[in-house]
């Protein structure tokens, strides 16, 4: 099984959680959002484990409605062990098979997409998640929910590299605010089912992930710089191109969501992502050059209607909790993620545009 991903790196992901894989030995795991690009890595990751590490194999059903999933996602393929659902999770499910674990990563992630569809983004972060947290409780199972580095919005610069006590700094009216207030509902929503019903309950903030799997037509930065590169035509840097950005690559990112869903603290959230190197979007091109070895052109250009303006000026993690409580190590360097992608989306995008 391929899933448009390099094989390398799913087995990079699984030596890397080392013995703490074993925890997923017979046990069953629900994830929602199994075809977009952090589902897929994880559907990779279990056959990988399943075909290669654990004695006895691991369950998972992946559910999706497919919304965003698009061409690669839409393509499901047939896996031991593995039952794809196409459900909407905003409808509430119920399941005959006794569930373990549960990861809660549907959502609608990409800016151009919380833009075309914001009720949507809404309610699979809010709905969605009441859903999952009931029948998590129900099973029993331990519960990790998909949060986003966006609920701290646009940080004062001295909570930056910003640690998960910082509170945010949010607008609830405004182009984003379908994505960053339904995120931060999400995560009370985690609060109340941990404290009231004892769930054992986790959320993750992840920084900007990227790697080989994203979809061309993504629309996040990367992906969209790596399809113009495809077609010959110059970056488009958006706004006024000084906003920074951490990159997390993600193998490490992986690692990272997987010692979170095994031994994550109850209760607790966990900021997931690279703090080094924080670049600006201008950095970002120069790091591209590099990477590829040649000059790319650019251009620094308004943000386009499809796309929603005010966005934080820094974004960068602070690490240290998931650090001492799980032993999480960003290890692979912007150069050789960026090689990695890079090499990647050329063999894979099209240029389309
Ligand atoms: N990748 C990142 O860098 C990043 C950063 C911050 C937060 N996140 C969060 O992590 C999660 C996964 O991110 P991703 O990059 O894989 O996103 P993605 O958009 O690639 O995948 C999300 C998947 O969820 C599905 N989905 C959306 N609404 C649904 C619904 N109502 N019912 C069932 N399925 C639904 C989509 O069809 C898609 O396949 C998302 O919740 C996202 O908000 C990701």
């Given at each position: 099984?391929?899933?448009?991903?390099?094989?390398?790196?799913?087995?990079?992901?699984?030596?890397?959680?080392?013995?703490?894989?074993?925890?997923?030995?017979?046990?069953?795991?629900?994830?929602?959002?199994?075809?977009?690009?952090?589902?897929?890595?994880?559907?990779?990751?279990?056959?990988?484990?399943?075909?290669?590490?654990?004695?006895?194999?691991?369950?998972?059903?992946?559910?999706d409605n497919l919304i965003t999933a698009g061409k690669e996602g839409s393509?499901?393929?047939?896996?031991?062990?593995?039952?794809?659902?196409?459900?909407?999770?905003?409808?509430?499910?119920?399941?005959?098979?006794?569930?373990?674990?549960?990861?809660?990563?549907?959502?609608?992630?990409?800016?151009?997409?919380?833009?075309?569809?914001?009720?949507?983004?809404?309610?699979?972060?809010?709905?969605?998640?009441?859903?999952?947290?009931?029948?998590?409780?129900?099973?029993?199972?331990?519960?990790?929910?998909?949060?986003?580095?966006?609920?701290?919005?646009?940080?004062?610069?001295?909570?930056?590299?910003?640690?998960?006590?910082?509170?945010?700094?949010?607008?609830?009216?405004?182009?984003?605010?379908?994505?960053?207030?339904?995120?931060?509902?999400?995560?009370?929503?985690?609060?109340?089912?941990?404290?009231?019903?004892?769930?054992?309950?986790?959320?993750?903030?992840?920084?900007?992930?990227?790697?080989?799997?994203?979809?061309?037509?993504?629309?996040?930065?990367?992906?969209?710089?790596?399809?113009?590169?495809?077609?010959?035509?110059?970056?488009?840097?958006?706004?006024?191109?000084n906003q920074t950005r951490t990159f997390c690559y993600i193998t490490d990112?992986?690692?990272?969501?997987?010692?979170?869903?095994?031994?994550?603290?109850?209760?607790?959230?966990?900021?997931?992502?690279?703090?080094?190197?924080?670049?600006?979007?201008?950095?970002?091109?120069?790091?591209?050059?590099?990477?590829?070895?040649?000059?790319?052109?650019?251009?620094?250009?308004?943000?386009?209607?499809?796309?929603?303006?005010?966005?934080?000026?820094?974004?960068?993690?602070?690490?240290?909790?998931?650090?001492?409580?799980?032993?999480?190590?960003?290890?692979?360097?912007?150069?050789?993620?960026?090689?990695?992608?890079?090499?990647?989306?050329?063999?894979?995008?099209?240029?389309?545009?």
């Amino acid at each position: 099984m391929t899933e448009f991903l390099l094989q390398s790196d799913i087995a990079e992901i699984c030596q890397r959680l080392g013995s703490a894989a074993h925890d997923f030995a017979g046990k069953t795991v629900l994830l929602t959002g199994g075809r977009g690009f952090l589902g897929r890595y994880f559907m990779s990751m279990f056959a990988h484990l399943n075909e290669h590490i654990l004695e006895t194999p691991c369950q998972l059903i992946a559910m999706d409605n497919l919304i965003t999933a698009g061409k690669e996602g839409s393509e499901i393929p047939e896996i031991p062990n593995v039952t794809f659902l196409q459900h909407d999770v905003i409808n509430p499910v119920k399941l005959d098979h006794k569930v373990d674990y549960v990861i809660h990563a549907a959502g609608i992630a990409s800016p151009f997409y919380y833009r075309a569809y914001p009720l949507e983004t809404l309610e699979v972060a809010v709905r969605g998640t009441r859903n999952m947290l009931e029948l998590a409780t129900e099973h029993g199972a331990r519960f990790t929910f998909f949060s986003s580095s966006e609920i701290y919005g646009d940080p004062d610069p001295k909570h930056v590299p910003t640690p998960e006590s910082y509170r945010g700094h949010v607008s609830c009216q405004g182009p984003r605010a379908c994505y960053d207030e339904s995120k931060r509902v999400g995560e009370t929503l985690c609060y109340i089912f941990h404290e009231k019903h004892g769930t054992k309950t986790n959320t993750i903030r992840p920084f900007n992930v990227f790697g080989p799997g994203m979809q061309e037509t993504d629309y996040r930065v990367l992906p969209n710089f790596a399809n113009r590169i495809k077609a010959g035509r110059p970056l488009n840097v958006y706004g006024s191109g000084n906003q920074t950005r951490t990159f997390c690559y993600i193998t490490d990112a992986m690692v990272g969501f997987t010692l979170v869903i095994l031994k994550g603290v109850p209760g607790e959230p966990y900021n997931i992502g690279n703090p080094k190197p924080e670049i600006s979007m201008v950095e970002l091109v120069k790091n591209i050059e590099k990477a590829l070895g040649k000059k790319v052109e650019h251009n620094v250009i308004e943000y386009p209607d499809s796309y929603p303006a005010d966005e934080p000026n820094r974004r960068c993690p602070d690490i240290k909790k998931a650090r001492l409580q799980l032993g999480f190590e960003p290890g692979v360097e912007l150069q050789d993620g960026l090689k990695r992608f890079l090499n990647w989306a050329d063999k894979v995008y099209t240029g389309v545009e």
